[in-house]
């Protein structure tokens, strides 16, 4: 079973006071690459309230969630998944399930990551959940992969890059632009001043340069 938990006011640094959630950890696709190792969500705070949405002890379920999003101010920016990713079934997104949190997502301004396997069905998933105005981006580990998935889906693309690949504004060999996070360079930009990780029809990449307590096995995974 999934489990959610939504905070209406967000104290992250990063995203600033937004809606936030997190997903029960059995929403992560085991192919993701930091799966075992690496995941930030596995350390410090972070880890604590996983775990306790993980194992139920807080949270609600997939209805309740959709039901509190559909009662958000018109406008409201929020980020699904501090934590966690697409509810599945053995890797194939739960197409029904996305949908119903799109559908709820109308009039609002919600975006959230995915590691999952791109198959034709879950990429059918990811583009009618854009079509509806929730913005899922596909989460890679190299911007010239980002760069390529961008122009053979037109979907959104972020990319983790090396820790010490913090310049502003650059571009791949292609020539596609990459920006990096706004808040991970400037300590007054939030998720909540930002916003361009929700801008579906974009056209350029978003960078993360690695961080954190898992800051070396991040490098080392995307080639730093």
Not at 48 to 68: E, F
Not at 206 to 219: D, E, I, S
């Amino acid at each position: 079973m999934i489990t959610v938990s939504l905070t209406k006011v967000s104290s992250n640094a990063k995203t600033g006071p937004i809606p936030t959630t997190v997903t029960s950890r059995n929403s992560c696709p085991t192919t993701c690459p930091f799966y075992d190792k690496g995941c930030y969500a596995k350390y410090g705070p972070a880890k604590i309230h996983w775990d306790h949405v993980t194992n139920g002890t807080r949270g609600s379920d997939w209805d309740a969630l959709c039901q509190t999003i559909s009662k958000l101010s018109r406008g409201q920016l929020w980020r699904h998944n501090v934590a966690g990713d697409l509810p599945h079934n053995n890797g194939q997104i739960d197409q029904p399930m996305l949908a119903k949190l799109a559908d709820a997502n109308k009039g609002r301004k919600g975006w959230t990551y995915s590691h999952h396997k791109l198959t034709p069905e879950n990429l059918t998933a990811l583009a009618d959940a854009k079509a509806k105005g929730f913005t899922v981006n596909l989460s890679t580990e190299s911007v010239s992969y980002a760069d390529a998935l961008m122009s053979q889906h037109n979907l959104p693309a972020v990319a983790v890059v090396p820790s010490d690949q913090t310049e502003r504004i650059y571009h791949t060999e292609s020539g596609r632009k990459v920006v990096t996070c706004p808040a991970t360079i400037f300590e007054d930009i939030t998720c909540a001043t930002c916003g361009i990780c929700q801008q579906a029809d974009r056209d350029f990449i978003v960078a993360f340069p690695a961080h954190g307590t898992a800051k070396k096995t991040v490098n080392q995974i995307v080639g730093g």
